[in-house]
């Protein structure tokens, strides 16, 4: 994933949840924090899916310490990928699934250096992706990650100030 997708995804549920466990009722506290640190660690789990691409075909899947109980993810050799078929989301995006003679398997539209591994893929199969564009632009990251981290930072002054409440 990403680095920008997964810092954006990672400060928007700390944004969102932080403020939880302070407003909760004393006897909610602890475990509403204990919710929140599971959350994160479902969070950075879901956010760590990795694809490698390598002479012999594409995998995606997650680490070892989650891959367990996440999605077991997949891998394709490049010969076996006859084509790309475009699916429209009910949001108005585009998501592409890769055919194969194993089924379909959805293409990878977060990963860093997204136009480099759209040259790579159609060089390794033969398959044109010059219609295949990112499932959202750089720029709605962007903001959002701004947004969060402003958030946060309010949140950040805001606990801040209740500590040192005399």
Known sequence: ??????????????????????????GLRGPLWLAVALGLVLVLAITSERV??????????HPAWCGWWLRRGWQLSWSSI???TPVTTSQGGRV????????SFLLPQRVARF??????????????????????????????ALLSGLMLVAELGW????????
């Open 1 to 26: 994933m990403a680095p920008l997708i997964r810092f954006t995804l990672i400060s928007l549920y700390l944004a969102l949840v932080l403020p939880l466990p302070w407003q909760a009722p004393g």
């Open 52 to 61: 490698e691409i390598d002479a012999e075909g594409i995998r995606v899947g």
């Open 82 to 84: 006859t084509a790309i």
């Open 96 to 103: 592409y699934y890769l055919r194969s003679g194993d089924g």
């Open 115 to 144: 136009e480099a591994f759209l040259k790579q893929f159609s060089e390794r199969t033969g398959v044109d992706t010059g219609s295949i564009g990112r499932i959202s632009p750089p720029w709605t990251y962007q903001l959002l």
């Open 159 to 166: 606990a801040a100030a209740l500590l040192l409440r005399p």
